[in-house]
Nanobody, 115 residues
């Protein structure tokens, strides 16, 4: 069964950085687009960034220039490097992966930015 296991996150001061990781458990399957969403308290889940298998990336405007998404296809892992974080980046961050045309989600990890 496909599972996405997240790591990273936690508490960080404004202006600081964090690195999130997400590994897909089944390496024999076809991994297509991978990415990150986030959900802040009282708000809808929003797309943060995506990356294709050929490393084409997309970022939502609010994180452009501050966050970097990357992936290691050999390790079936996607990363989100956050820099210059702001209090408004506080949210639960979820990774997702398109595996053989089906979406799978990580368990979520809390990122809290203190001002």
């Amino acid at each position: 069964q496909v599972q996405l296991v997240q790591s990273g996150g936690g508490l960080v001061q404004a202006g600081g950085s964090l690195r999130l990781s997400c590994r897909v458990s089944e390496s024999r399957l076809s991994l297509n687009v991978m990415g990150w969403y986030r959900q802040a308290p009282g708000k809808q889940r929003e797309l943060v960034a995506t990356i294709t298998r050929s490393f084409y990336t997309y970022y939502t405007n609010s994180v452009k220039g501050r966050f970097t998404i990357s992936r290691d296809n050999a390790k079936d892992t996607v990363y989100l490097q956050t820099e210059s974080v702001k209090p408004e980046d506080t949210a639960i961050y979820y990774c997702y992966a398109d595996v053989n045309g089906r979406d799978y989600w990580g368990q979520g990890t809390q990122v809290t930015v203190s001002s």
